[in-house]
């Protein structure tokens, strides 16, 4: 009895150590590899396989495209972001030689592609084979902004994005066109009435909440999960696009009306002047991308955008913002080397900096410098004669991309507000006298310069 209970007692033992010893490895292989892996596993979710319906789905898009000529690559921001953090890596890994699915196998709802419409030629047949590869697709068309300005043309429908969907899985791609400024656009995606709002789970998506603006990247091909992409080749400089790509139109519709009632100054000196201002804001553009400096249409330049998409002729000047944070030292330098010579500056960095440039024609470029306070953003303003100091209240705001002057330039998103803090209600209504001192609803009285600061502050030249 005693011999039996000793073995009966020795096989318990043997049985429970053995469970015990499966269920460390069962754990250590599903949670603690996943966990403590190396970077290519650290992603939100557990990794699938190759086997996998979302696999399937965009090694088969990727055959579709390459197959198709369809020109697209990849802009899924957690894909890439997985890419960046591994491109070297990735650079020396040559074509089906992986053996794990590290990337596109991260689970999510969709993949995201960008299409770039200019370079493709045969929209109809790629949908076509898609269909018959499996896929249900979704067409999002809407008005080409570019035609809204014609009006003969404006009404012509462009495709924005295409969904397509298997099983379980859906590739978002988002149908990128080519703007004047040269840089690539895409459009809002707005279903329309007929369509099945149930298709995909459409909050989720990363593009389309917003029309967007992005530089034109330089594309690379690399070799991910074993299957060959086209990427930008600085991920990082993408990325770091798409939370502040939103972009905002021109009211091509509002400006007709508006130069229905007032009439279009067309004179040999209003032609002449706009010329020279649109080839001042490029240059001053083109110097402060170059200092890494962000800046935005500001004060009459902004109205004549938001207004009547133009230039207001009796502006005589470029008016631009910008952040004081953003401000560089070597930005007078700057601009001196690119033609501009300086032609005054008030205030100082720390206070109501001021700078104004001079360009050609007698066309002057004033950059107004903002400081954020905790409810609200100001510039300044100094009188030279008297070293009166002025302040102009702006409600916070954040930087849109528009198309202004065949060029892609910053304006404020919260334009009306913008705006009306600096004209009043009664902004759509032109007024060529104007005094900066006393005409402004947001000008306010800022004390005056101590005469000792006055060879520092109020520079002329």
Same mark, same amino acid.
């Given at each position: 009895?005693?011999?039996?209970?000793?073995?009966?007692?020795?096989?318990?033992?043997?049985?429970?150590?053995?469970?015990?010893?499966?269920?460390?490895?069962?754990?250590?292989?599903?949670?603690?590899?996943?966990?403590?892996?190396?970077?290519?596993?650290?992603?939100?979710?557990?990794?699938?396989?190759?086997?996998?319906?979302?696999? /399937?789905?965009?090694?088969?898009?990727?055959?579709?495209?390459?197959?198709?000529?369809?020109?697209?690559?990849?802009?899924?921001?957690?894909?890439?972001?997985?890419?960046?953090?591994?491109?070297?890596?990735?650079?020396?890994?040559?074509?089906?030689?992986?053996?794990?699915?590290?990337?596109?196998?991260?689970?999510?709802?969709?993949?995201?592609?960008?299409?770039?419409?200019?370079?493709?030629?045969?929209?109809?047949?790629?949908?076509?084979?898609?269909?018959?590869?499996?896929?249900?697709?979704?067409?999002?068309?809407?008005?080409?902004?570019?035609?809204?300005?014609?009006?003969?043309?404006?009404?012509?429908?462009?495709?924005?994005?295409?969904?397509?969907?298997?099983?379980? $899985?859906?590739?978002?791609?988002?149908?990128?066109?080519? /703007?004047?400024?040269?840089?690539?656009?895409?459009?809002?995606?707005?279903?329309?009435?007929?369509?099945?709002?149930?298709?995909?789970?459409?909050?989720?998506? *990363?593009?389309?909440?917003? !029309?967007?603006?992005?530089?034109?990247?330089?594309?690379?091909?690399?070799?991910?999960?074993?299957?060959?992409?086209?990427?930008?080749?600085?991920?990082?400089?993408?990325?770091?696009?798409? !939370?502040?790509?939103?972009?905002?139109?021109?009211?091509?519709?509002?400006?007709?009306?508006?130069?229905?009632?007032?009439?279009? @100054?067309? &004179?040999?000196?209003?032609?002449?002047?706009?010329?020279?201002?649109?080839?001042?804001?490029?240059?001053?553009?083109?110097?402060?991308?170059?200092?890494?400096?962000?800046?935005?249409?500001?004060?009459?330049?902004?109205?004549?955008?938001?207004?009547?998409?133009?230039?207001?002729?009796?502006?005589? @000047?470029? @008016?631009?913002?910008?952040?004081?944070?953003?401000?560089?030292?070597?930005?007078?330098?700057?601009?001196?080397?690119?033609?501009?010579?300086?032609? $005054?500056?008030?205030?100082?960095?720390?206070?109501?900096?001021?700078?104004?440039? *001079?360009?050609?024609?007698?066309?002057?470029? @004033?950059?107004?410098?903002?400081?954020?306070?905790?409810?609200?953003?100001?510039?300044?303003?100094?009188?030279?004669?008297?070293?009166?100091?002025?302040?102009?209240?702006?409600?916070?705001?954040?930087?849109?991309?528009?198309?202004?002057?065949?060029?892609?330039? $910053?304006? !404020?998103?919260? &334009?009306?507000?913008?705006?009306?803090?600096?004209?009043?209600?009664?902004?759509?209504?032109?007024?060529?006298?104007?005094?900066?001192?006393?005409?402004?609803?947001?000008?306010? !009285?800022?004390?005056?310069?101590?005469?000792?600061?006055?060879?520092?502050?109020? *520079?002329?030249?």
């Amino acid at each position: 009895m005693n011999r039996i209970n000793k073995n009966v007692i020795l096989a318990l033992l043997t049985l429970t150590s053995s469970a015990f010893l499966l269920f460390q490895l069962y754990y250590y292989k599903h949670y603690l590899s996943a966990k403590n892996g190396a970077g290519l596993s650290k992603s939100k979710g557990s990794r699938i396989g190759f086997d996998s319906i979302q696999w /399937r789905a965009v090694k088969k898009f990727i055959m579709l495209t390459s197959s198709q000529n369809v020109p697209v690559f990849l802009i899924d921001p957690l894909i890439l972001e997985l890419i960046n953090k591994n491109l070297e890596q990735l650079k020396n890994t040559s074509h089906g030689s992986t053996s794990e699915c590290n990337f596109f196998c991260v689970p999510r709802d969709f993949t995201a592609f960008a299409l770039q419409y200019h370079l493709w030629k045969n929209e109809e047949g790629w949908f076509r084979i898609a269909e018959n590869m499996g896929f249900q697709c979704l067409k999002i068309e809407s008005k080409d902004p570019r035609l809204d300005g014609i009006d003969s043309l404006s009404g012509t429908e462009i495709p924005l994005h295409y969904i397509c969907k298997l099983a379980t $899985h859906a590739i978002h791609v988002v149908v990128f066109h080519e /703007r004047s400024g040269n840089y690539l656009w895409h459009g809002h995606l707005r279903l329309k009435g007929h369509m099945d709002k149930k298709f995909v789970p459409f909050r989720k998506l *990363q593009f389309g909440r917003y !029309p967007g603006a992005f530089d034109r990247p330089e594309l690379q091909q690399v070799t991910v999960d074993g299957l060959e992409v086209l990427i930008p080749k600085d991920p990082m400089h993408f990325l770091e696009e798409i !939370p502040h790509s939103r972009f905002i139109e021109c009211r091509y519709k509002e400006a007709r009306a508006f130069f229905q009632q007032y009439l279009d @100054d067309s &004179t040999v000196e209003a032609v002449a002047f706009r010329k020279s201002a649109k080839e001042l804001l490029q240059l001053a553009a083109k110097t402060l991308k170059q200092l890494g400096v962000r800046f935005w249409l500001s004060s009459g330049t902004c109205l004549g955008w938001y207004r009547q998409c133009n230039i207001i002729p009796y502006s005589k @000047d470029v @008016d631009l913002g910008i952040f004081i944070q953003d401000y560089r030292s070597n930005i007078i330098s700057a601009f001196q080397d690119a033609g501009l010579p300086l032609k $005054h500056k008030f205030g100082k960095v720390e206070d109501s900096l001021e700078l104004s440039f *001079q360009g050609k024609d007698d066309v002057k470029l @004033d950059i107004f410098f903002f400081y954020e306070e905790t409810d609200h953003m100001w510039n300044g303003g100094t009188q030279a004669k008297t070293g009166k100091k002025f302040k102009y209240l702006f409600p916070r705001f954040t930087l849109c991309w528009t198309e202004f002057v065949d060029m892609k330039v $910053h304006v !404020p998103c919260e &334009t009306v507000e913008y705006i009306e803090a600096n004209y009043g209600k009664t902004w759509q209504i032109p007024v060529k006298t104007w005094d900066w001192k006393r005409s402004p609803p947001n000008v306010q !009285p800022n004390g005056v310069w101590p005469v000792s600061e006055w060879d520092e502050v109020i *520079q002329l030249y």
